[in-house]
């Protein structure tokens, strides 16, 4: 019987120029995947809860500190994102968090051994620039909760972390 894995935690890290809003990729340089393009990932660590793995790894992938005059909000997102990993024989499900940022803000991979390079994909391109599906479900539901600020959705998954 496949086993539950809930250790991962998906990080999209969006930011508004233009009038558009886009989302962060990092290059993998390790595997599994090595050469893909995917959100901030990390895992959870012993006795951290989803939202402090999230604040770490942010800290470690991208150098972003939920203190930075750049971070201009964080939410959780609705859905959890499950897949199945054959070669673990197991079903992950993996808690999704947003965080805003300035137009501005660019991410520091100096720290970060596992990605070597970035860039910014506008919401018009997630659909081609995202290799799997649930991660163009979390961008397409981070874009409403973000044009949808200040509804009682938007502040009730809120996080009060940082920003």
Do not use: K, N
Not at 60 to 65: A, Q
């Amino acid at each position: 019987m496949p086993g539950i894995r809930a250790d991962l935690v998906d990080v999209y890290v969006a930011r508004e120029r233009s009038g558009a809003v886009e989302f962060l990729q990092l290059r993998r340089t390790a595997e599994p995947m090595a050469g893909t393009w995917q959100p901030v990932m990390g895992h959870v660590e012993a006795g951290e809860s989803a939202v402090q793995t999230a604040v770490r790894e942010l800290g470690e992938e991208v150098g972003l500190r939920a203190a930075d005059l750049a971070w201009l909000g964080f939410w959780q997102l609705e859905e959890v994102h499950p897949y199945f990993v054959a070669a673990l024989d197991a079903v992950v499900l993996s808690p999704r968090l947003l965080v805003l940022v300035d137009g501005l803000w660019e991410p520091d991979l100096s720290g970060d051994d596992a990605h070597d390079s970035h860039r910014w994909v506008e919401v018009s391109s997630v659909r081609e620039m995202f290799m799997w599906p649930g991660q163009c479900r979390a961008c397409e539901e981070a874009t409403h909760l973000l044009a949808t600020r200040g509804s009682l959705l938007e502040r009730a998954l809120r996080l009060r972390v940082g920003g």
